[in-house]
């Protein structure tokens, strides 16, 4: 099954739609105990019944290029994949999702996002903690605009590298950074 959407961040081009032959994760991945964060946030298990706000979130934070529905689908659903979203009042605020890629012992971070009227509230930094924290494989790679200084300021204070740069790599022509985490 291929899924011919722009993409915005690595691994979709790799197929995080495409990687149910990666193995079998366990149940702990996803499991359904909340997360607690600072003040009122939770952070949560996402799943298909999330998939309405789910979109919401991408057309609001990646106006540019987000996900078809498709892709959205297979995010919430396939079992390679961890996705956790932010919760205030129930409602989702945010979402990450990490696909995980055993046969190439790396996990791709596929996306992250907060809504406008949430951020700098270190909600985008608690959901990718909360995302490594699931992930048990040692590497975590992910990429991003390179005009994207905020959240490259996020990767970088949390640990992640620069290890390279893919010309002209989304639809508009811009170039993405690759950066990576060693646990
Ligand atoms: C990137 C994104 C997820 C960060 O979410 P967030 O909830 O704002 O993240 P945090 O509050 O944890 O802040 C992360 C860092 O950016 C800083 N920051 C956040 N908003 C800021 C702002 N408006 N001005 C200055 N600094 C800001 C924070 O201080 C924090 O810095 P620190 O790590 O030194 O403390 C969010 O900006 C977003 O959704 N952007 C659009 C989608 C996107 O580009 N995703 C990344 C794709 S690769």
Redesign the pocket.
């Known amino acids: 099954m291929t899924f011919p959407s722009p993409d915005r ?1 690595s691994s979709r081009k790799g197929g995080i739609l495409n990687t149910q032959s990666c193995g079998i994760i366990g149940d702990c991945m996803n499991s359904t105990a909340p997360i607690e964060t600072a003040a009122n946030v939770g952070i949560e298990p996402a799943s298909i019944r999330d998939l309405g706000a789910l979109r919401h979130v991408e057309k609001v ?2 106006p540019k290029d987000a996900w078809p529905l498709m892709d959205l689908i297979g995010v919430l659903t396939f079992p390679s994949v961890v996705r956790l979203k932010a919760v205030i009042s129930k409602d989702m605020v ?1 979402f990450i999702a990490g696909d995980i890629r055993r046969l190439e012992g790396v996990a791709w971070i596929a ?4 809504l406008p009227e ?9 959901l990718l903690q909360a995302c490594e924290d699931k992930i048990s494989l040692k590497r975590i790679r ?1 990429c ?1 605009r390179v005009s ?1 200084e ?2 490259i ?2 990767y970088e ?1 949390r640990g992640y590298e620069r290890v390279g740069e893919w010309s002209r790599y989304y639809q508009d022509g811009e170039s993405a950074l690759v950066m990576e985490k060693k646990k």
Request: proline share 0%; with cysteine.
């Open positions: 961040l934070c990646f945010g996306t992250v996002a907060v949430y951020r700098g509230k270190g909600i985008g930094g608690a992910l991003v994207n905020l959240a300021h996020l204070h």
